[in-house]
């Protein structure tokens, strides 16, 4: 279609006659009777433009085209006033009313065509510079950073927040590719260059990292480049987003510190007490104290709990503070995956029934095999521990995704988690069990320990609702063949 037209005329002859010119011009007709009638049906239509006739009983064409121009959603709507009146005030009417152009009766069919198509045109274009000027505003305004570059890497446009970030001079002489300035003063992890962005043609993900000195804190920033589209497929330059992970970094580093010192403090105390249970009950079962049996198995109890979760403790900070990335699979990487799955779900009681790995990439992993075990753990543990009967099904997939890296999706059938907390997962000590009543084991670290570990290697963690409505946990890591 070339575009919409609402025709609105309470003459039903007028409609004829607008509709036998228009139409085997391709456009889209809609039509009304009435100036109430046009009104309730612009919400639904939205016409690129409407064909107005002045002369109707109960609301005039300038009367409807003054409640057009007055609310907000319709104000850029074009309107052309059709009118039989061809005196200069009904036109200065008309202008005040708000229209853009008029056709006076009888309606000339060349003269219509040059208007409507004109008109039509000219709204499109006003739409498509009030969305421009908003999402001007937008990335103007906005904390990310945005940059524009070129096929050559070169800085066309960057807002404020990138400017400030990367310290973009764009006066400088001879203009360097943004990502070979920023490795500067940035670590890029992967180690990435433009050329060999730019020669993959895709979208790519990668973390700048400024590191600490004594007169500035780190600065993490989270990258996605992704190419823009021009006619006929090619390549018309790139679109960068920053963002700033830094204090989640921060704080998943105050999180490692604060876990080794409570686990630590925690375990010389646990020790003696549980040595000192030992002799307590000794002495008190030989003396046949009467009810000690039931204190002593809900003290043990409660001693059991807190060793073990003193033990993971220990362990969540050693997984935490070990490098995680670096190894490469061999060329068994699928036999490697299905290995750690099994092993995991055998761990787990999780029956063989309630779980299938579907592995369709073409690609082996860059990431160390103990990285991946970690996340898979971390990833199927959660599964089983909030699901309501701790036996979910679970579906473990991994395949290529778009940008050649390896996408691995973990979904379960449990009772999902609310789209307002699913950015607050990954945060150090956060917890679903809303009360924390301790009914649910953990400290609140593992998916800061899987996003942590993910985002180090350049990778991506989001979730999604499941097709069962349970939770899907989505993951891109770094392929070690055909990354970007």
């Known amino acids: 279609m070339n575009g919409t037209i609402l025709i609105v005329d309470d003459q039903e002859i007028g409609r004829i006659t607008l509709e036998g010119m228009l139409l085997p011009l391709g456009y889209d007709l809609h039509f009304a009777a009435s100036g109430r009638e046009a009104l309730g049906l ?15 009983p109960e609301m005039d064409g300038f009367t409807v085209c003054r409640r057009i121009r007055a609310t907000s959603r319709w104000g850029d709507m074009p309107v052309i006033l059709v009118t039989a009146l061809d005196d200069r005030n009904s ?54 950073g945005f940059l524009w ?85 090619s390549t018309a330059g790139w679109m960068v987003h920053l963002q700033d992970v830094t204090a989640l970094q921060r704080h998943t580093g105050h999180a490692i510190t604060l876990l080794d010192l409570i686990s630590h403090k925690l375990k010389t105390p646990l020790t003696l007490i549980k040595g000192s249970l030992e002799v307590l009950d000794e002495i008190l079962s030989q003396a046949e104290c009467e009810g000690w049996p039931e204190w002593r198995d809900m003290l043990v109890n409660a001693v059991s709990r ?10 969540l900070a050693a997984q935490l503070e070990r490098p995680l990335a670096g190894a490469r699979f061999d060329a068994m990487g699928k036999d490697r995956i299905a290995e750690i799955v099994q092993r995991i779900c055998s761990e787990l009681d999780l029956p063989a029934e309630r779980w299938t790995l579907r592995d369709t990439t073409t690609h082996t992993l ?38 050649g890296r390896v996408r691995v999706d973990v979904e379960d059938d449990g009772a999902g ?68």
């Open 149 to 233: 570059v070129d096929q050559a890497g070169i800085c066309q446009m960057a807002n404020a927040t990138a400017q400030r970030w990367l310290e973009l001079d764009p006066a400088a002489t001879p203009p360097r590719p943004w990502l070979e300035h920023a490795a500067q003063a940035f670590t890029v992890q992967p180690p990435l260059t433009w050329t060999a962005l730019h020669d993959a043609g895709q979208s790519c993900e990668l973390t700048l990292i400024r590191p600490e000195t004594p007169k500035f804190d780190a600065l993490w920033l989270h990258v996605t480049a992704s190419p823009l589209s021009a006619p006929e497929g």
């Open 366 to 403: 860059s990431l160390n095999p103990a990285a991946l075990e970690m996340i898979l753990r971390q990833l199927l543990a959660n599964a089983c521990k909030f699901h309501p009967q701790g036996t979910p099904q679970v579906q473990i997939t991994v395949r290529d995704d778009e940008a």
């Open 306 to 315: 807190l060793d073990l979760e003193t033990g993971q403790l220990l362990d």
């Open 91 to 144: 036109r200065v009417r008309g202008l005040e009313a708000g229209a853009d152009d008029f056709l006076s009766k009888p309606v000339d069919w060349s003269e219509l065509r040059a208007r409507v198509q004109t008109t039509v045109n000219l709204g499109r274009t006003r739409r498509q510079l009030q969305e421009r000027a908003k999402f001007e505003w937008a990335v103007t305004h906005s904390s990310d």
């Open 42 to 56: 612009l919400d639904s239509v939205r016409p690129d433009v409407v064909l107005l006739d002045v002369m109707m």
């Open 417 to 484: 988690i609310p789209p307002e907390l699913q950015d607050r997962v990954w945060l150090p000590f956060y917890q679903i069990d809303r009360w924390h009543t301790g009914q649910v084991p953990g400290m609140g670290m593992g998916l800061t320990m899987v996003a942590n570990t993910v985002w180090g290697v350049g990778g991506r963690c989001w979730i999604e609702r499941a097709t069962t409505g349970g939770t899907r946990i989505c993951l891109t890591l770094p392929a070690a063949e055909g990354r970007c």
